[in-house]
């Protein structure tokens, strides 16, 4: 079965200190990776994807994942995090043999702390 | 439109009453999601309308839920005899290619 694992469902941190969010997905075919951020009473928007080339997809707001094949996974990192990244991230995967279906995680509440 | 369009933002109802949520995709998407999110729940995936195939309903949680796509463009939701476990935000999303999926801002539903 697809799935989409996000192992940590709440992360607090420091103002500028660095934070990386943990995703896992099951696939043995191609995939296109994605983290979207739902900013509290917002809707979700697209933070970063992977589609294919460079491991390391570079996104908004000075956010970075980077895809490992071998470890099927996808991991979300910033170097310094600010109190305007306080939000609901969702990682996603779609697979090139199930045409457009998305799947989700639990997502993942970052906190940041002042 | 620019983006994808959810109507009413807000829905405030009495219990057993039924309701219709509305998703206006991006003009030309032919995939079209619906989710829910309960609070600070994750995104529970409820029915996926491609093209003309037929919709993949594996989410949909009792048979009280149903959705239409008239045209390959507009669904509405629908959600019978309402219940205070269907509150919940309902998020609609559309996408042409597997490659990105656009969010409405959702619709929250209270059921009172």
């Known amino acids: 079965a697809q799935s989409v694992t996000q192992l940590d469902s709440q992360v607090p941190v420091f103002e500028e200190a660095p934070v990386e969010l943990r995703c896992n997905y099951s696939?043995?075919?191609?995939?296109?990776l994605f983290w979207y951020v739902q900013y509290p009473n917002q809707g979700l928007q697209l933070l970063l994807k992977?589609?294919?080339?460079?491991?390391l997809v570079k996104g908004i707001n000075g956010f970075e994942a980077e895809f490992n094949k071998s470890q099927t996974s996808f991991h979300l990192r910033k170097p310094s995090v600010h109190i305007s990244d306080t939000a609901e991230y969702f990682c996603?995967?779609?697979?090139?043999?199930?045409?457009?279906?998305?799947?989700f995680g639990t997502g993942t509440s970052l906190t940041v702390i002042p | 439109g620019a983006g994808v369009s959810q109507s009413p933002s807000n829905k405030v109802t009495e219990k057993g009453k039924d309701v219709e949520l509305r998703c206006d995709p991006i003009?030309?998407?032919?995939?079209l999601y619906w989710y829910r999110q309960s609070l600070g729940q994750g995104l529970e995936f409820l029915i996926y309308?491609?093209?003309?195939?037929?919709?993949?309903k594996s989410g949909l949680p009792s048979d009280r839920f149903s959705a239409e796509r008239t045209g390959g463009s507009v669904s509405t939701l629908t959600i019978q005899r309402t219940q205070q476990e269907d509150s919940a935000v309902y998020l609609c999303?559309?996408?042409?290619?597997?490659?990105?999926?656009?969010f409405g801002q959702g619709t929250r539903l209270t059921v009172v």
């Open positions: 003009s030309g998407h032919t995939a």
């Open positions: 999303a559309s996408s042409l290619v597997p490659t990105e999926a656009f």
């Open positions: 309308f491609q093209g003309n195939s037929a919709p993949d």
């Open positions: 992977y589609l294919s080339g460079s491991t």
């Open positions: 696939s043995s075919v191609s995939v296109y």
């Open positions: 996603a995967v779609s697979y090139t043999n199930t045409g457009n279906q998305f799947y």
